[in-house]
């Protein structure tokens, strides 16, 4: 089943698990600690916030060059900016969950259930409409906010959940080798360990080529994780979001009435 790699030096993949997201099972030691799965050595490449221009195809190339895999937490509303930049990362046999619709702190105080449910749902189902297909039911919260409600009910909905072992803190560094020294000097102290990055971010694209050079050289192995089912979108989302984004109005004028060209 594996894929041939053009790079015979490549990081690759050294393990692909399968994950039964029944009951909405969490990852990630900063906040869960029940399910231990990775031996030592091992690491998951995780990265949020995309898809975006320029960043996301640029960490996408670097993952080709070494032929591994990650897992994808696209936010909703990007992923109806550039469909097609999530399409590749799809295309690539890359794992893609969810970020929420609009990289809303589902734990913040004014958030009702209603609207983390609809930060949730509106999040999956705008994966879903970019890709053409059902995303995986694995889920990242914003800022690692786990709202205790919105927690039971990706449970209810079978999602798993993702937070970190290992925070890149890419988001904040000057530049790109500030992220390889922070996840190298973490992953050389813990040993293994999921790996929270961003490729929305332009230092994370830049730092990913050495990044995945020096996790080779450390000895480090990659795990891919997916899903053992794709997730049900529910009807309801996946329809008020193509409605949305027919951007309805009531003007009825034709195209020369309201456009007309002045300069050239
Ligand atoms: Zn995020």
Redesign the pocket.
Known sequence: MKAACANADALGVSRVVEIDTTGGPGFGFEHFKQLDFLADKEVVLTF??GPWPSNTPAVLKALADECTKAVF?P?GKHATYHPEILRQVAAAGHTVGA??WS?ANLNSKKMTEQQAKDEVEKGFSAVKLALGAAPSPFF?F??LQHGPAAMAYLGSRNIAVFSCDLDSFD?RAKDAAQIVNTVMTKLDKQGKGIILM?D?QKHTAEALPTLLGRLKAGGYKVVQMRAKAPLQTLAEYDEGLVKDMKLPTVSTRALSNVVQTVAQ
Do not use: L, V
Request: glycine residues 0%; charged residues 25%; aromatic residues 24%.
């Open positions: 949020d916030d937490f936010i970020h929420t990289h990242r914003p800022q988001f961003h929305f």
